[in-house]
């Protein structure tokens, strides 16, 4: 039985046991003794009209009472199902398995059992609140997690070399072996050659730290970045560099205007990727 209809009974009932016991008073006792005045009558009068306002008042404290409870819920519902959409779409953004973050399904529960008198009786509507609660707390917690998952692997993705290191261009000679363009004998050409206009923008593969910005021998003007986890990527045979050392790039901002300084027979960028301080096929990685 609802809290409501309980305290409707409960107010009929106090009103008619009212009733029968002023009957009674009238029929019997008062009836034995003496007649019943008029002052009495208006006194019970009185009293049973002041009872029924109190009634009232009760009835309609009730009714405030649960329509706020039932805005209550419907807002908490309403929360969580956006949580539960928002995180279907995270896990699928993420490419994750079902599993740890299913948000299909109830968030687990348990307990050891009680038995009869073993705790508060706690009301149907205010375990309904806390269960409503629990499945909040549990997406929030879900999602939580699944944000610093994301932001993990957007990390990891952001500091490994990827893309081409110039606004346009083409590519002019491959890493490994080669015919070398000044002497004519056989080297091994440790990146990859981008032909392009003079003064093209050169831009970051990868987020990282500029490690150096200045000439260095055959390079010419050359920058090199550090991206963490053992990358390092270099820019050589600049007309000018944009960066100086200790400064904080993001992938595919310009870094250097291409130039052909050092060893350089043209216009080029020689672009390096080493890690753990051994070069790499960039090929790999601007593919």
Same mark, same amino acid.
């Given at each position: 039985?609802?809290?409501?209809?309980?305290?409707?009974?409960?107010?009929?009932?106090?009103?008619?046991?009212?009733?029968?016991?002023?009957?009674?008073?009238?029929g019997?006792?008062?009836?034995?003794?003496s007649?019943?005045?008029?002052?009495?009558?208006?006194?019970?009068?009185?009293?049973?009209?002041a009872?029924?306002?109190?009634?009232?008042?009760?009835?309609?404290?009730?009714?405030?009472?649960?329509?706020?409870?039932?805005?209550?819920?419907?807002?908490?519902?309403?929360?969580?199902?956006?949580?539960?959409?928002?995180?279907?779409?995270?896990?699928?953004?993420?490419?994750?398995?079902?599993?740890?973050?299913?948000?299909?399904?109830?968030?687990?529960?348990?307990?050891?059992?009680?038995? &009869? =008198?073993?705790? /508060? !009786?706690?009301?149907?509507?205010? +375990?309904? #609140?806390?269960?409503?609660?629990?499945?909040?707390? %549990?997406?929030?917690?879900?999602?939580?997690?699944?944000?610093?998952?994301?932001?993990?692997?957007?990390?990891a993705?952001?500091?490994? &070399? =990827?893309?081409? /290191? !110039?606004?346009?261009?083409?590519? +002019?000679? #491959?890493?490994?072996?080669?015919?070398d363009?000044? %002497?004519?004998?056989?080297?091994?050409?440790?990146?990859?050659?981008?032909?392009?206009?003079?003064?093209?923008?050169?831009?970051?593969?990868?987020?990282?730290?500029?490690?150096?910005?200045?000439?260095?021998?055959?390079?010419?003007?050359?920058?090199?970045?550090?991206?963490?986890?053992?990358?390092?990527?270099?820019?050589?045979?600049?007309?000018?560099?944009?960066?100086?050392?200790g400064?904080?790039?993001?992938?595919?901002?310009?870094?250097?205007?291409?130039?052909?300084?050092?060893?350089?027979?043209?216009?080029?960028?020689?672009?390096?990727?080493?890690?753990?301080?051994?070069?790499?096929?960039?090929?790999t990685?601007?593919?």
């Amino acid at each position: 039985m609802t809290f409501k209809r309980l305290l409707a009974h409960t107010a009929a009932g106090f009103a008619m046991l009212a009733l029968v016991a002023g009957a009674w008073l009238a029929g019997g006792r008062w009836g034995a003794e003496s007649p019943l005045g008029e002052f009495t009558l208006a006194r019970w009068n009185e009293d049973l009209a002041a009872q029924s306002e109190q009634l009232a008042r009760i009835q309609q404290d009730a009714d405030d009472q649960v329509a706020t409870l039932a805005t209550r819920v419907g807002r908490m519902q309403a929360q969580l199902i956006r949580l539960d959409a928002l995180g279907k779409q995270l896990t699928e953004v993420a490419k994750l398995k079902r599993g740890e973050f299913d948000f299909d399904q109830e968030p687990a529960l348990g307990g050891p059992e009680t038995g &009869p =008198g073993e705790g /508060p !009786v706690v009301p149907a509507l205010d +375990s309904m #609140l806390d269960t409503m609660d629990a499945q909040i707390d %549990d997406r929030r917690r879900q999602l939580t997690a699944l944000q610093n998952l994301i932001l993990t692997r957007e990390l990891a993705r952001q500091i490994v &070399p =990827g893309g081409r /290191p !110039v606004e346009s261009g083409y590519i +002019s000679s #491959l890493y490994g072996q080669r015919t070398d363009p000044f %002497d004519g004998n056989q080297a091994s050409h440790q990146g990859l050659d981008f032909a392009g206009a003079p003064g093209t923008r050169v831009l970051a593969v990868a987020d990282g730290i500029v490690s150096h910005s200045g000439p260095d021998g055959g390079y010419g003007r050359l920058v090199e970045v550090t991206h963490g986890n053992g990358y390092v990527t270099r820019y050589a045979h600049n007309a000018k560099l944009l960066v100086k050392p200790g400064q904080t790039v993001k992938r595919g901002e310009p870094i250097a205007l291409m130039g052909s300084t050092g060893r350089s027979t043209g216009t080029h960028l020689h672009f390096e990727v080493l890690r753990g301080g051994r070069p790499m096929n960039p090929l790999t990685f601007v593919r």
